[in-house]
């Protein structure tokens, strides 16, 4: 018990936060770049974006009392390794600490904020998304994850699996798809509108929607590239993969 204490006591002392008020708005936007570890983010209804890290060790060298730590890519005014600058209706949050540090930041933010997020191959940082209400757009080269969103989003991995369950879809706009060698699983309520068009060189298409009507007008444009619509047709959305597999599921 008293190792568990101690334990537990440790991890509190150690977990840090960082909070700063979310844009105002509809066009509030949230812009993430460069983070070097796995990144869950959470959407939540409130009116602030909350950074936590459980494992990040911020703390300068006792050697640097009175220095100021120098990073390339901006000055950290967090004091957790992140430069965070507003512009607008946009909040920009870079993390400023090299691809080998693990830091185990999470995130909520407000679920009617638009994300931006952008990581270098170097980062093996894994994208999970949950609760969204708004434009979501990721280019990384490893797994993104995405659940309970309404859309639209615009998504590109090179060597990451792409998941994608969409709640009940709430936008007209746009969803595009792009990865090189990982799948493709998108899971879309089953009476959703929309015009699909799926495309893949050397993988294959997998659904359980009924697209016996569909198939009527199902269009073959050249090679494995197909485009139907589901439920008479609505949103556009594009799925192109390079050497990997699409699935479509149907949800609730």
């Known amino acids: 018990m008293i190792i568990s204490l101690i334990v537990f006591f440790t991890a509190n002392l150690r977990a840090q936060d960082y909070k700063v008020a979310a844009p105002a708005g509809k066009d509030g936007r949230v812009i993430l770049k460069n983070f070097s570890d796995d990144l869950p983010i959470e959407g939540y209804q409130g009116s602030e974006i909350i950074v936590s890290s459980q494992n990040g060790e911020f703390t300068p060298p006792e050697r640097a009392k009175g220095l100021k730590p ?23 949050i870079t993390c400023l600490l090299p691809f ?42 490893h797994d993104i994850t995405l ?10 991995s090179i060597a990451g699996d792409i998941e994608v369950a969409f709640g009940p879809v709430i936008s007209d706009k746009t969803s595009s ?11 879309l ?10 495309s893949t060189v050397n993988g294959g298409f997998y659904s359980d929607f009924d697209i016996t009507d569909s198939q009527k007008d199902m269009k073959r444009i050249g090679g494995s590239n197909i485009s139907f619509d589901l439920n008479g047709g609505g949103f556009r959305f594009d799925i192109v993969t390079v050497s990997s597999n699409i699935y479509l599921r149907k949800g609730n």
């Open 70 to 92: 120098i990073y390339p890519a901006g000055t950290d005014n967090t004091g957790m390794g992140l430069s965070v600058e507003k512009e607008g209706n946009t909040i920009r």
């Open 100 to 141: 080998t540090r693990k830091t185990g930041y999470s995130m909520r933010i407000p679920e009617n904020l638009a994300i931006e997020i952008e990581s270098g191959c170097e980062n093996s940082s894994d994208v999970t998304v949950t609760g969204m209400k708004n434009e979501i757009a990721i280019k990384t080269c």
């Open 147 to 156: 659940k309970n969103i309404t859309g639209p989003v615009v998504l590109s």
């Open 177 to 187: 798809i792009n990865s090189v060698s990982g799948d493709v699983d998108i899971t």
């Open 189 to 198: 309520p089953s009476k959703t509108p929309v015009s699909i068009e799926l």
